[in-house]
Each structure stands twice: as C-alpha cells, then as structure tokens.
C-alpha cells in the first residue's frame, strides 16, 4: 500500500458478450475480460488511508432512482485485497504494475443495466460523488 499515490472515485461501465452474464462462471468471465469495457475516472479521495474502505457504502443512481448499492467488500472482501492480488499476479508474469498506472479494484456493487439516454450517479456517502451520461 506503500507503493499507492491514491485514490479516485471511479465508475467501472461492464459489457458482455453474454447474454446471461449473471451466470458465467470463472472461464467465460476470464474470456470476457471481467466484463470491463469503459471506465470513468473521478475525483481523488483525501486521507483515503483512514477509510475503512470494506465498509465504504457505495450507491448508483440511475436517473434519479436507486439503481444498486453496495459496499467496499463487494470487492473481493476488501479493495486492498483485489489491488495486492493484482500486484502479485502481474509481478509473477513478469511485467508488475508500473508507477503512474492506473489500476481498477472491480467493482462495489451489481451492474446496472444501462439503456441510451441513462444518467448515473455514484455515491460513496463521505467522499463524493461521480456521473456520467449515456447519449
């Protein structure tokens, strides 16, 4: 954790090639690149290292309704957890993260289905928020 300039709020938008995605297993998840398709990076988070981040609420909003929530252990128990094994994972191949990187710890919470003219907004209750709109 040393090694972390910071943190962003940040909006991760999934697209999969399935059609029941919800019901993939690990190959066709792994073959579909996690479902990552685009990513919106949003404001820094000051003091970011006091959070307790696996109990950060995370909610989206979507036009207005509540579309989803969730919380930072959503993210395989704790966002930390999911960056370490991503450190290590990359380290054993070869080529580890470099400094500068951007790095995505997956998502807090559902996806939500997404429809043209959709606007989302992310809260992380304490931190901020973050939008985007699909036209």
Do not use: Y
């Amino acid at each position: 954790m040393k090694a972390v300039a910071g943190m962003h709020l940040a909006i991760e938008v999934p697209d999969a090639r399935l059609e029941r995605f919800a019901e993939a297993g690990p190959a066709q998840i792994v073959a579909d690149d996690a479902f990552a398709a685009w990513f919106i990076l949003g404001p820094e988070v000051s003091d970011w290292r006091r959070i307790d981040l696996p109990s950060q609420p995370v909610r989206m909003l979507r036009n207005g309704s509540i579309a989803g929530q969730g919380q930072g252990a959503d993210a395989l128990g704790d966002p930390r957890i999911a960056l370490t094994w991503l450190a290590n994972e990359r380290s054993k191949r070869g080529d580890g993260l470099k400094a500068g990187q951007i790095v995505t710890t997956g998502t807090c919470l559902t996806p939500v289905a997404i429809a043209p003219s959709d606007r989302l907004i992310a809260e992380f209750p304490g931190l901020g928020r973050l939008g985007v709109g699909f036209d």
